[in-house]
């Protein structure tokens, strides 16, 4: 602080470091669908490449794995998954349903090469079975459930296992997105459930969470963020009877979670936005719920301003 009537030190230009720390976060926080559009702003407030470049560096993948992004692989095979579960390196990505690695750019948001994975790299015949054999029953849901949803089966523990008498963990990975940015909307949904094989009690033990995210940005800003947890159960039978009553739950409760959210949305103008304001405004006048279409922000706020008179 200076002292007396010195003037007070400007404050100090931030160090690169700092604005790409400020650069990715911005990014990494973008709303599904949305974050090309945030670096093409973020870029040009920088106005440094190299600044912008480390930030994307950095920010990319840890968005694309937020979001379980799915990529086309290049040989047409498939789409692979951008999920920590699948992670081998910063830009590796196994792909059980086809055994195969993808090689990834996370800023081009492309997939750039395939190979095939290693045997280290696949689990046994005996745990592939269970895997595989669930990976197509979920499949068949996804496929008549979500328009655009992908899904992936992942061994995460006990993948070495040559037979019965051993533990075993999977994770279920769903994800699906409707980006339509010319309406103002874009939202995602994930759903990530692990599966615990227990040998001894035959008992299967199943624990999911459920994210639903959507952005609506026309004259505004209103984001909606819903998330559940689950917790069920079933018995450790053949593969193919684990599939079906494992895939049966997660239809159970996802279709239940989605109803949940419908009857939200059929309350919500007598709940969540009612809430949002005074039961008199300044106006000292009730405010037409029924009625809000004759409002319209951007031309009271022309009209205020004068613009254009």
Known sequence: MADGGDEPDEAEELSGRQKAEIAKWFLANAPAGEIQYVAKDVRSILGDDGIYEMAAAEAYPVHNKAHLIALQMPDRSGEVLITAYGELDKNNYFEPRTAQVATVDHVKQVCTNVRPASDEELPSPYIEEFRSTLADELSKYVGETYPK?????????????????????????ISAAKYSPQNFCNGRWQSIWNVDFKDDPQFVEIKGKILVGSHYFEEGNVH????????????????EDCAASITNIICHRETEFMASLEESYVHLPDTTFK???R???????LFPWNNTLQFSLTRDITRE???GQ
């Open 149 to 173: 949803g992908t899904c992936a089966v992942y061994c995460i523990s006990g993948k070495d296992a040559e037979g019965p008498g051993a533990d075993f963990e999977f994770v279920i990975v």
């Open 224 to 239: 909606l963020d819903a998330k559940n947890e689950f917790k069920d159960s079933t018995i450790f039978q053949s593969p």
């Open 275 to 277: 809430d949002l304001r």
């Open 279 to 285: 039961k008199l405004p300044v106006t000292r006048t």
């Open 305 to 307: 301003l004068e613009i």
